[in-house]
């Protein structure tokens, strides 16, 4: 492990945050009342500067952009971003794998069209996900409508509480990502299984 100094104690005094770079990365320390701790340099939404957001309640970090607030010991979301302003509900519809990746990490309300396959494999694989999302009945009929499985008649767009069902269903379904080990652990995981 790479050691690096930043700056005296006595420079950043408690409720205090200021950025500094550590070898190539930027990153913000903190100084709460329990001790120092240290984040990523920009917001995760659309990566503001933290280093220009406040700390609040003693122990988070509020974005200066759109108000999202962190966790600074643990990293944890406390509150998404409030953007655009007023609009509680976004719907993000998005194609292809890459896109649903990007779309599940922004915790927002989703459709998801998949890449058809000849052999209707594609329909299993919508509901294999469907289900790893936990999602309520509207949802998963809106996505077999969308994605062309299930008769369009009847179609229609979602109620207020339905997409208030499915932000919930997004939120919980980025909290589950965040507990997830990264790709590197996982794998080491699998191959120690294999041995
Ligand atoms: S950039 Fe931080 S909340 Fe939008």
Redesign the pocket.
């Not at 005094?13 to 920009?42: C, M, N, W």
């Given at each position: 492990m790479t050691t690096h100094t930043v700056c005296r104690v006595e420079e950043l005094p408690v409720g205090q945050h200021r950025p500094f770079t550590a070898g190539d990365t930027k990153l913000i320390v903190y100084h709460l009342e329990d001790g120092f701790y240290a984040t990523q340099a920009s917001?995760?939404?659309?990566?503001?500067p933290?280093a220009k957001?406040k700390i609040v309640a003693n122990c988070q970090i509020q974005?200066?952009?759109?108000?999202?607030r962190f966790d600074i010991r643990t990293g944890k979301v406390i509150e998404?971003?409030?953007?655009p302003p007023g609009l509680v509900n976004v719907l993000n519809a998005v194609r292809g794998e890459d896109s649903l990746v990007r779309a599940l990490w922004a915790g927002r309300p989703l459709i998801w069209q998949i890449y058809p396959q000849d052999d209707g494999a594609h329909h299993a694989k919508l509901e294999a996900f469907l289900d790893w999302l936990d999602a309520p009945a509207s949802l998963r009929q809106f996505h077999r409508t969308w994605n062309g499985i299930a008769d369009t008649a009847g179609a229609r767009s979602p109620s207020t509480p339905e997409l208030n069902a499915w932000d919930a269903c997004a939120r919980a379904a980025r909290e589950r990502l965040f507990t997830q080990d990264d790709l590197a652990t996982q794998l080491l995981g699998f191959v120690g299984k294999k041995r």
């Amino acid at each position: 492990m790479t050691t690096h100094t930043v700056c005296r104690v006595e420079e950043l005094p408690v409720g205090q945050h200021r950025p500094f770079t550590a070898g190539d990365t930027k990153l913000i320390v903190y100084h709460l009342e329990d001790g120092f701790y240290a984040t990523q340099a920009s917001c995760t939404h659309i990566f503001a500067p933290l280093a220009k957001g406040k700390i609040v309640a003693n122990c988070q970090i509020q974005c200066p952009f759109h108000r999202a607030r962190f966790d600074i010991r643990t990293g944890k979301v406390i509150e998404w971003a409030n953007w655009p302003p007023g609009l509680v509900n976004v719907l993000n519809a998005v194609r292809g794998e890459d896109s649903l990746v990007r779309a599940l990490w922004a915790g927002r309300p989703l459709i998801w069209q998949i890449y058809p396959q000849d052999d209707g494999a594609h329909h299993a694989k919508l509901e294999a996900f469907l289900d790893w999302l936990d999602a309520p009945a509207s949802l998963r009929q809106f996505h077999r409508t969308w994605n062309g499985i299930a008769d369009t008649a009847g179609a229609r767009s979602p109620s207020t509480p339905e997409l208030n069902a499915w932000d919930a269903c997004a939120r919980a379904a980025r909290e589950r990502l965040f507990t997830q080990d990264d790709l590197a652990t996982q794998l080491l995981g699998f191959v120690g299984k294999k041995r």
